[in-house]
């Protein structure tokens, strides 16, 4: 029951953080003049490159910090941070003339940049997976069988993100911008929460004598 729920946390947990609701205003604005199969077309590469890029940073990311010499603490901290700054962001809003989406639109990048990184898969992302991958589910180290619940974990979100902005216009719809912006500020809330317990196991885990 625990390792249920430790599964079903972090699930939880990386679908807030890719948040495909804060990517659907900005899908809707650029791709409104698209045709249908247009829309699905860059949904779907979206979703695609959001998969891609949280499973390099599962594969490689615990590598990375074992040749860089870097402790799982330490990189709980600093994740922790970051994600807590994206929490921050989420609930206080960003201004309206930050439109980075414009400019890479216009290059034919979209879906790639910025839809799929920075805005869904960003940094609080692929630090969260890193330390995922390498703590466990549990904090006990990976396993095998950790290893490929995980990895489902992250083929479902890439799902569910592909669901939500191929969904974009009838949830634009049924929520409005209003609630959209609600949604994307409880989701913030959630997220701050789940950065704050971040930072007290990497503390914890730098040091243990505080644990006592």
Same mark, same amino acid.
């Given at each position: 029951?625990?390792?249920?729920?430790?599964?079903?946390?972090?699930?939880?947990?990386?679908?807030?953080?890719?948040?495909?609701?804060?990517?659907?205003?900005?899908?809707?604005?650029?791709?409104?003049?698209?045709?249908?199969?247009?829309?699905?077309?860059?949904?779907?590469?979206?979703?695609?490159?959001?998969?891609?890029?949280?499973?390099?940073?599962?594969?490689?990311?615990?590598? $990375? @910090? +074992?040749?860089?010499?870097?402790?799982? %603490? *330490?990189?709980?901290? !600093?994740?922790?941070?970051?994600? #807590? /700054?994206?929490?921050?962001?989420?609930?206080?809003?960003?201004?309206?003339?930050?439109?980075?989406?414009?400019?890479?639109?216009?290059?034919?990048?979209?879906?790639?940049?910025?839809?799929?990184?920075?805005?869904?898969?960003?940094?609080?992302?692929?630090?969260?997976?890193?330390?995922?991958?390498?703590?466990?589910?549990?904090?006990?180290?990976?396993?095998?069988?950790?290893?490929?619940?995980?990895?489902?974990? $992250? @083929? +479902?979100?890439?799902?569910?993100?592909? %669901? *939500?902005?191929?969904? !974009?216009?009838?949830?634009?719809? #049924? /929520?409005?911008?209003?609630?959209?912006?609600?949604?994307?500020?409880?989701?913030?809330?959630?997220?701050?929460?789940?950065?704050?317990?971040?930072?007290?196991?990497?503390?914890?885990?730098?040091?243990?004598?505080?644990?006592?």
């Amino acid at each position: 029951m625990p390792e249920l729920t430790a599964y079903v946390k972090i699930a939880v947990a990386l679908f807030v953080l890719v948040n495909p609701l804060e990517g659907v205003p900005i899908f809707l604005a650029r791709t409104r003049r698209l045709g249908a199969a247009e829309r699905l077309r860059i949904a779907r590469t979206a979703a695609i490159s959001v998969t891609i890029i949280m499973l390099t940073a599962f594969f490689v990311g615990r590598w $990375l @910090l +074992a040749m860089l010499g870097i402790s799982t %603490g *330490a990189f709980q901290i !600093a994740g922790g941070i970051l994600v #807590l /700054l994206i929490g921050l962001q989420m609930v206080l809003g960003e201004p309206h003339e930050s439109k980075p989406a414009e400019e890479a639109a216009a290059a034919g990048n979209f879906a790639i940049v910025p839809l799929a990184i920075p805005l869904l898969a960003g940094p609080g992302v692929i630090g969260s997976i890193i330390i995922y991958s390498t703590r466990g589910a549990l904090g006990s180290g990976p396993s095998a069988a950790g290893d490929v619940i995980l990895c489902a974990i $992250l @083929l +479902a979100v890439g799902l569910a993100t592909w %669901g *939500a902005l191929r969904a !974009a216009d009838p949830l634009r719809r #049924l /929520l409005g911008d209003t609630g959209i912006d609600v949604a994307t500020r409880v989701a913030g809330l959630i997220v701050a929460a789940i950065a704050v317990e971040m930072m007290h196991s990497g503390i914890l885990g730098l040091f243990p004598r505080l644990a006592g």
